[in-house]
């Protein structure tokens, strides 16, 4: 099983190195997407079936695609302006300060928690049980969420319909 | 489901040969083995409908079309299939000089791959499902949709902008029809209370007057979930008359337009895969499963039916695929947000409506049908209007 885990934690974080390495900002997002598929895979190796299942259908399926979006739809170019010039000395310190700063304040959080003894029994969540925790404790959250989400899908739509008039030759 | 009858010898044949293999393999290996005959039983089924859908596919597109299709190759055309994959094969591969090597490779390899991983959870039979997981249904869809990564892949890697064009609308049409396709599913989950896929044929099983069975596609919700569903799934396999991003004769193939050779043919056993398997998760959904339509059919096998209704799905593909003409990605994108997703949330209101009013007998249970097909014609009827309004129907005007 722990040889699992490393291969799962390899794909991980090799992965997200090989993004952050990269020149090439399309084959960045989709070494992202691996790293995110190396998630749903240690969520599996974990027994939460649901959270991993979830996790490609929101990371792989979809937030990929608005990262690929956002790529190809910010560049003059698509095709040949994907390249990044090669990072210079200011730029790194600040990606080396920023990134020491985020280790900083995580392993501070991990070393001040306390870890209890996991009990004997894994617990087993079935989605059933998910459901209901979702529908009644968190009910108001997932509607709260939910309004949010819809609010955003709206304003897209809003900004994104300026067409002036239809054609009736044109509608279906 | 537990029938008085003993099952027959046939249906229990899975069982049988689990039972043997083991017997013959030590234990400590029999989780290995048992997987990879299903791997095995899998690819070698699916593989041969494929190459027998490409054959059907031409035969029955050419008799709607008043010609005969392949008949040259062994008896009656039956060798055509092999026929192709020879020449698929044997064919030059060419990759474009610019072309981003490692991705144009990877796109046709992940796309089969996904699409063939499809099968795992679908219950072909009563003892045959390959995978029993809790949460099948979100399994089936989260394979599903990572395929829309491969077309993108193979569209840019490309390194042609006609290619990376036609990737975008295919994505564009992808990503719109995904949204009807789940929420077509969930009023099923909805009623079933459960996500896993051998639970929901069970929910639907049992006959009334040992006639009719109790299917999801026999009730109104049902019936408009279903049809939002074969919609929905026609257009994520690209099929007729969704298959923008193909279009051999008006967009030069799309993101396939650098392929060649075996990764051409790659992408169509893809095609077909997800589209085998968007009708299984179909029979599965709403046709019942495995379930024999009448209590007296069920001495025949439970695989035997599910492949009887897979076979018809498929056939409808092809049928509509021979009638229809393509549709406009302007046409095609407008039809799936305006009006497949507001139907299939009208559907969803429908469907709690249905769960809640499950305890009405009696004339309140005529109201309770009168009441929830009205939900659903209504807004069909309603919105078809709206949307078509000015335009609809047509006057063709030819010239003298």
Known sequence: ?????????????????????????????LLLALSWLGTAGFYLWAGADFAAFAQ?????????MVVL??????????????????????????????????????????MSSSFPPASVAAPTATVKQIGLELMGPYGAALLIVGVLLTVALLGAIVLAASEPERNPEDAP | MISATPESFLERLPLLVGDLIARVVPASLLWFVTSLIAIV????????????????????????????????????????????????????????????????YLAPVVLVSLALMTFAVLPFGRHLVPVEL????????????????AVFMAGWASHNKYSLLAAMRALAQLISYELPLLLSVVPVVMLAG????????????????????HWYVLTPWGFAGFLIFFTAALAESNRSPFDLPEAESELIAGHLT???????????????????????????????????????????PSYLWFLAKLLTLLVLFMWIRGTLPRLRIDQLTRFAWKFLVPLALINLGTVAFWHLTLGWGGALQLARWALAIAFVVGPFVLMGRRLSAGVAPRTYRYAP
Request: contains cysteine.
């Open chain 2, 41 to 104: 039983a899998i690819l070698a089924v699916f593989g041969l409908l494929f190459a027998f859908l490409t054959l059907a596919e031409r035969k029955i597109l050419g008799r709607i079309q008043n010609r005969p299709g392949p008949n040259r190759t062994g008896y009656f055309g039956l060798l055509q299939p092999f026929a192709d994959g020879i020449k698929m094969i044997i064919k030059e591969d060419i990759v474009p000089r610019d072309a981003d090597k490692v991705l144009h």
């Open chain 1, 56 to 64: 490609v259908i929101v990371y792989v399926g979809a937030v990929s």
């Open chain 2, 134 to 149: 809790d949460s099948a249904v979100l399994y089936f869809f989260a394979a599903g949709a990572a395929t829309e990564l």
């Open chain 1, 1 to 29: 099983m722990t040889a699992i885990l490393a291969f799962i934690a390899l794909v991980m974080l090799g992965s997200a190195a090989a993004a952050m390495i990269s020149r090439n900002l399309v084959h960045s997002a």
């Open chain 2, 258 to 300: 650098e392929y060649s050779g075996f990764k051409y043919a790659l992408f169509f056993m893809a095609e077909y895969f997800g589209m085998t398997a968007l009708c299984g998760m179909g029979v599965t959904l709403y046709l019942g499963g495995w379930q024999a339509p009448c209590a007296f059919l069920e001495i025949i």
């Open chain 1, 69 to 110: 979006f956002a790529v190809l739809l910010t560049r003059q170019n698509p095709v040949g302006d994907v390249l990044v010039e090669p990072a210079s000395r200011k730029r790194s310190t600040a990606a080396l300060s920023v990134g020491a700063c985020v280790a900083a304040v995580l392993s501070a959080a991990v």
């Open chain 2, 194 to 213: 459960t996500l896993s896929t051998t639970g929901i044929v069970a929910a639907q099983g049992g006959w009334k007057y040992g006639l009719i069975p």
